[in-house]
């Protein structure tokens, strides 16, 4: 097993991220066989409870108001409709489902409450619940812990030195502030970042460092590759080349060894083969269902596929293993 550390320098990081394409494989795929069973993927789902209509500038974004995309704002859905779309993705093999709201930050209101509901119905239903709603006040993260809350997703996205680049309405300290009030209520940590946003690699580098040097790390790391949404500043970034999201995915693997590293955003444009170094990197969850959010996603029945040509099964929710843990101890 290996011993997680937080005290990780660039230098180290740097050294793993080129490393060898093989080299860094072999390695990440040890890392990854020594600390959990390779052959188990989640499947998380991801819906949008409320979309488009954003105040901030993400320029990745499509949901940002201030950009002209094919998006369209819709309301915060009802209550029936989350059960219905959790009961359906957990019939598919989800074990996980994310509530996903383009807000800038929540608000006490009854909107809020209506969320809170949502996550005690769908931890009924036995799946870890996950939301991200923008900014959380540690008073918030202790409503949602409350009702039932699993993790709280808030991504870094890049670099501190990167970040103003992409957006401009909000900090980097404000993300840390709000992934803090996260931990102050318990909840397990979902962070992590996107590559394409033309970074560069030390901009991915310092990414993994902030996130590898948490006092905790992260119980769940994204790692998305930029999906480019005509409207958006980021329209005409070039595809992400495969080998750069397999480096990303393998060293975020072997700096958070116990960590679960989620390969996100970005999975349509690659084939299976792609995929398959991913998982064999440390990549031990996806998204499934045709829509991630609002952009295109591969569908249930060829990811099906996929687990089946992999040897990869479903795995339960990692939540269980908390509630075995306790009852153990
Ligand atoms: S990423 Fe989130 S916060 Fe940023 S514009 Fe999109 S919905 Fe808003």
């Excluded at 600390?35 to 409870?49: A, C, G």
């Excluded at 501190?160 to 980097?172: A, M, P, Q, V």
């Excluded at 030390?202 to 006092?215: G, Q």
Aim: proline share 5%.
């Amino acid at each position: 097993m290996s011993i997680v550390r937080n005290d990780w320098t660039t230098e180290e990081i740097s050294a793993i991220y080129n490393k060898p394409l093989l080299d860094l494989l072999y390695e990440a795929a040890t890392v990854h066989r020594e600390n959990k069973d390779y052959s188990e993927v989640q499947i998380s789902s991801l819906v949008s409870i409320k979309t488009g209509g954003c105040p901030e500038d993400c320029s990745y974004c499509p949901q940002a108001a201030r950009y002209h995309t094919d998006v369209k704002a819709q309301g915060l859905m009802p209550i029936q409709e989350v059960i219905d779309l959790a009961k359906e993705a957990k019939s598919q093999g989800s074990s996980r489902l994310c509530m996903g709201a383009a807000w800038r930050e929540v608000k006490d209101n009854k909107q809020f409450d209506r969320v809170l509901e949502m996550v005690k119905e769908v931890n009924n239903l036995e799946m870890e619940v996950c939301c991200t709603l923008g900014m959380l006040s540690a008073d918030q993260a202790q409503k949602l812990a409350d009702a039932g809350l699993y993790a709280y997703n808030h991504n870094i996205d890049t670099s501190e030195e990167h970040y103003g680049e992409i957006i401009s309405t909000r900090t980097y300290d404000d993300r840390l502030k709000t992934i803090e009030n996260v931990r102050k209520a318990d909840l397990t940590v979902c962070s992590g970042g996107i590559i394409g946003l033309g970074e560069t690699n030390e901009d991915r580098i310092k990414m993994l460092k902030v996130l590898a040097t948490m006092e905790k790390h992260p119980e769940s790391v994204p790692i998305n590759a930029l999906v480019p949404v005509e409207g958006t500043p980021l329209q005409d970034q070039p595809r992400v080349p495969f080998d750069e999201m397999v480096r990303m995915v393998a060293t975020a693997r072997i700096v958070m060894p116990k960590s679960v590293v989620r390969l996100s955003a970005g999975r349509t444009e690659m084939p299976t083969s792609e995929q398959a170094l991913c998982f064999m990197a440390g990549a031990n969850s996806i998204f499934a269902g045709d829509k991630l959010l609002t952009t295109p996603n591969p569908s249930v029945k060829s990811d099906m596929e996929m687990f089946d040509i992999l040897g990869l099964t479903p795995r339960e929710a990692f939540k269980n293993e908390k509630k075995k843990a306790a009852v153990e101890a």
